[in-house]
């Protein structure tokens, strides 16, 4: 019998997944993607609120506000001309208004009250002027009406002493100092203006109310108190309507704690 050859090792069947990789470790390679992903949004969105936290006072309790200056007569009379209307320019000492006023002819005797109904036709014509360069922010009387002594008929606003009063929370007014700078968003403009601190008053808002709050009861409830800063905006010639809401965002550290930060 011929000899037999050297027998034939038995083949082994690899596993059917050998070389690919399992169900589970494809889903993990799939979520490792999306977790950093989500991880990174999270540590931008902290770093972020941490940052506007600590480095910033933001409120958004703010409004426009200025001097406001009333301009009328002297004396009692009747207006008789009116020149410039709401929104117009106005220069210091230019006429805007002229009002009659009644010349006394008489007095009774012995006193020295005047004999208004024997005034007859006489009258003066007295010009009103503006006591400021300004902008018309309200006419309160027309042509044909009469004003008493000191009753405004325009009432003027220098848009170069405009400013805002932000009302900040008492826990965080200590951070506010006169001097820092300031991001002033106009809700009417929507832009956004350069400001700057110029005062903190030192009462809070409820201070100047007519009826202060008062405790009659016994039972304290803490209510959080604002106090009212002054912020100066640089606004390069834009006006600002007062009145109107604004949100502001004070810078109250200038050190920068990462290098991209603003």
């Given amino acids: 019998a011929a000899a037999s050859g050297p027998a034939a090792r038995p083949t082994v069947a690899p596993p059917p997944d050998a070389g690919q990789p399992t169900a589970k470790r494809r889903r993990l390679l799939l979520l490792a993607p999306i977790l950093l992903v989500v991880g990174l949004v999270a540590l931008t969105i902290g770093l972020r609120f941490w940052y506007e936290s600590v480095y910033f006072v933001i409120t958004d ?52 009250t005047p004999l208004l109904e024997h005034t007859g ?18 006419r309160t009387a027309n042509v044909g009406g009469t004003v008493q002594a000191g009753q405004p008929i325009y009432t ?70 604002w106090v009212p800063v002054k912020i100066r905006v640089f606004t390069d010639g834009e006006i600002l309507p007062l009145g109107t809401s604004a949100s502001v965002r004070i810078r109250v550290r200038e050190d920068k704690p990462l290098p991209w930060l603003p």
Avoid: C, M
Avoid at 63 to 82: F, I, M, S, Y
Avoid at 131 to 138: M, S
Avoid at 165 to 184: C, L, T, Y
């Fill in 156 to 225: 003027l606003v220098n848009p170069r002493h405009v400013w805002v009063n932000a009302n900040i929370d008492e826990d965080k007014v200590d951070r506010v100092q006169p001097g820092q700078s300031v991001e002033v968003y106009s809700t009417a403009l929507g832009r956004t203006f350069p400001g700057q601190v110029e005062a903190v008053t030192p009462a809070s808002a409820a201070s100047f109310s007519l009826l202060p709050a008062q405790n009659l009861s016994g039972n304290f409830n803490k209510v959080t108190q």
């Fill in 61 to 112: 309790n703010a409004q426009v506000t200025g001097d406001l200056v009333q301009v009328g007569p002297l004396n009692a009379g009747r207006v008789v001309e009116t020149r410039v209307d709401i929104g117009q320019t106005v220069e210091q000492d230019q006429v805007i208004a002229t009002v009659a006023i009644p010349q006394q002819v008489g007095a009774v005797p012995f006193s020295d």
């Fill in 121 to 138: 036709s006489l009258n003066t014509l007295v010009p009103v002027r503006a006591p400021l360069q300004g902008i018309v922010a309200a």
